[in-house]
Nanobody
């Protein structure tokens, strides 16, 4: 089993910044893909950012330029740096993990999520 624990969410004013962290533990491999999803109130969950086992990154078009995904050298903790936050960035942010060779949204471990609230 894989456990993912997110932290760093909270209340921030529009234009502010937050850094989310997600620590993976349990039956994990350092060869993995980790990603952040977000779910805004009343909306479907969407992929915000992905960092692959090769270190390549992918971002949601709606967030590109305002977020950066990174990870530690052990590849067990992933971060999401968010800047210039907007009220529409409000939502629950989830960390995901897979050690499958090819990343697939259907084969992920999920964290419990961390709430991000951006006030106007």
């Amino acid at each position: 089993q894989v456990q993912l624990v997110e932290s760093g969410g909270g209340l921030v004013q529009a234009g502010g910044s937050l850094r989310l962290s997600c620590a993976a533990s349990g039956a994990i491999s350092s060869i993995n893909h980790m990603a952040w999803y977000r779910q805004a109130p009343g909306k479907q969950r969407e992929l915000a950012a992905l960092i692959t086992r090769y270190g390549t990154t992918h971002y949601s078009d709606s967030l590109k330029g305002r977020i950066t995904i990174s990870r530690d050298n052990a590849k067990t903790t992933v971060y999401l740096q968010m800047v210039s936050l907007k009220p529409e960035d409000t939502g629950v942010y989830y960390c995901t993990y897979t050690d499958r060779t090819i990343w697939s949204p259907r084969e992920l471990y999920w964290g419990q999520g961390t709430q991000v609230t951006v006030s106007s």
